[in-house]
């Protein structure tokens, strides 16, 4: 089993609509949850960062963590096309300086 | 400033060449990462230093040979690589090894560099 699950997608929607993407994880010891996004032939971008359960949010972007359910969501309000990208979910423990990504959602809005 | 930057952005090089890409953060991080992506894959973990030490090295065959020569600095010199070692070489940097509890703990890429193997 992968430490890390996310589906791959392709995942298309029209302009103006709300996305969601989601992870799932094996490892409990899993505390720090990142979200990236990445042009295509780019580095990965930093979008999110939330530390254990619970919701942040920036502008349209919304990360939700559920350790319980070992779970994180990634909500994109009001989705424009420039949100066209691949999104990575990432994550690590306490100790140890290795992060674990997964497999990358490829998301396209339709103008 | 959360910049990672990355030198060359693109490199052709034969298998017989020598080359090395270079990776700089000027954010204090003391752990430093070289990835390795293919097209519509993960990034896939190479290398990781450590206060300057050579901290994890996932089995990355020795024509890949790391160097971090300050704290600031990474670089990653190529020597006889094949066809396949074409990809994304991505540079990263985080905080350092323990985690802190609920800030700094996130890593930074750079934008990479494109290398193409002849």
């Known amino acids: 089993q992968k430490e890390v699950e996310q589906d791959p997608g392709p995942l298309s929607v029209p302009e103006g609509a709300i996305v969601s993407l989601n992870c799932t994880y094996s490892?409990?010891?899993?505390?720090?949850f990142m979200w990236y996004r990445q042009y295509s032939r780019k580095g990965p971008e930093l979008l999110m960062y939330?530390?254990?359960?619970g919701n942040k949010e920036d502008g349209r972007f919304t990360a939700q963590v559920d350790k319980s359910s070992k779970y994180i969501s990634l909500f994109i309000r009001d989705s424009q096309p420039s949100d066209s990208a691949t999104y990575l979910c990432?994550?690590?423990?306490?100790?140890?300086?290795?992060?674990?990504f997964g497999t990358g959602t490829s998301l396209t809005v339709i103008p | 400033d959360t910049e990672v930057t990355q030198t060359p952005k693109h490199l052709v090089m034969g298998m017989t060449n020598k080359k090395s890409l270079k990776c700089e953060q000027h954010?204090?991080?003391?752990?430093m990462y070289w990835y390795k992506q293919k097209a519509k894959k993960p990034p896939e973990l190479m290398f990781v230093?450590?206060?300057?030490?050579?901290?994890i090295n996932e089995s990355v065959p020795s024509r890949f040979s790391p160097e971090c020569p300050n704290s600031s600095l990474l670089n990653l010199h190529l020597h006889a690589l094949q066809p396949e070692d074409s990809a994304l070489y991505l540079c990263?940097?985080?905080?350092?090894?323990?985690?802190?509890?609920?800030?700094?703990?996130?890593?930074?890429f750079g934008p990479g560099t494109r290398l193409t193997v002849l």
């Open positions: 990263a940097s985080s905080q350092g090894l323990l985690a802190r509890a609920q800030g700094g703990n996130e890593q930074f």
């Open positions: 490892n409990s010891a899993f505390q720090y």
């Open positions: 939330t530390y254990s359960s």
């Open positions: 990432a994550m690590r423990a306490v100790t140890g300086n290795q992060f674990y």
């Open positions: 954010m204090g991080h003391r752990a």
């Open positions: 230093y450590s206060y300057e030490k050579l901290s």
